[in-house]
Nanobody, 120 residues
Framework: QVQLVESGGGLVQAGGSVRLSCAAS????????MGWYRQAPGEQRDMVAT???????NYVDSVKGRFTISRDNAKNTVYLQMNSLKPEDTAVYYC??????????????WGQGTQVTVSS
């Protein structure tokens, strides 16, 4: 069994900053790409940022220059530093990881989500 546990969400004013963390635990042999996705009410879940095990990153255009994804491979943890937040960034943020487990092989794994609300 592998779990992703997110933390760091909350309520913040527009222009503020929030840092999300997501730690993977369990029977992990290797984690390939990790990423953050978000889902606003009534909307589909969309990619925000991804990072490979080698540190290559990719961002959706709307967050470029404001958000930074990073990871600590030794801790099986991925972070999302969100600066200059806007009300349109309000959503549930989900952590995702391409996990190779000793128990079940390779699996696309999701966290439970953490709410980020940006007030205007």
């Amino acid at each position: 069994q592998v779990q992703l546990v997110e933390s760091g969400g909350g309520l913040v004013q527009a222009g503020g900053s929030v840092r999300l963390s997501c730690a993977a635990s369990g029977s992990i042999a290797r984690i390939n790409a990790m990423g953050w996705y978000r889902q606003a009410p009534g909307e589909q879940r969309d990619m925000v940022a991804t990072i490979t095990s080698g540190g290559n990153t990719n961002y959706v255009d709307s967050v470029k220059g404001r958000f930074t994804i990073s990871r600590d491979n030794a801790k099986n943890t991925v972070y999302l530093q969100m600066n200059s937040l806007k009300p349109e960034d309000t959503a549930v943020y989900y952590c995702n990881a391409d996990v190779v487990s000793y128990s079940f092989g390779r699996r696309d794994t999701w966290g439970q989500g953490t709410q980020v609300t940006v007030s205007s």
